[in-house]
């Protein structure tokens, strides 16, 4: 499975971004997807992921600020940012959930860069 991310770039807190991910090749293996972001010097987070069923888990400190919604059909994933804050800067990263038999491991994408000014 290859994850394609797009979106991310620089923007003045209080904006607006928005990041997708397109899932291709053996997708029919795809459980969940989502995005984790990693600041500068800091470890890899999760922000929010959605399940195959369309059931959100967005971290506490972007709750009310961001959403993240799913095509099942495209296996496509989107986070809208709204509302940024510098603390949101970092590498965001697509995540795909793979089921395989006995379990599941992580997939990613190449990361893409927010930077939120002040």
């Known amino acids: 499975v290859q994850l394609q991310a797009s979106g991310g770039g620089l923007v003045q807190a209080g904006g607006s971004l928005r990041l997708s991910c397109a899932a291709s090749?053996?997708?029919?293996?795809?459980?969940?997807m989502g995005w984790y972001r990693q600041a500068p010097g800091k470890q890899r987070q999760l922000v929010a992921a959605i399940t195959a069923a369309g059931t959100p888990d967005i971290a506490d400190s972007v709750k009310g600020r961001f959403t993240i919604s799913r095509d099942s059909a495209t296996y496509t994933v989107t986070l809208q940012m709204n509302s940024l804050k510098p603390e949101d800067t970092g590498v965001y990263y697509c995540?795909?959930?793979?089921?395989?038999?006995?379990?599941?491991?992580?997939?990613w994408g190449q990361g893409t860069l927010v930077t939120v000014s002040s």
């Open positions: 090749g053996n997708v029919g293996l795809v459980s969940g």
């Open positions: 995540n795909a959930k793979i089921q395989v038999f006995g379990g599941a491991y992580d997939n």
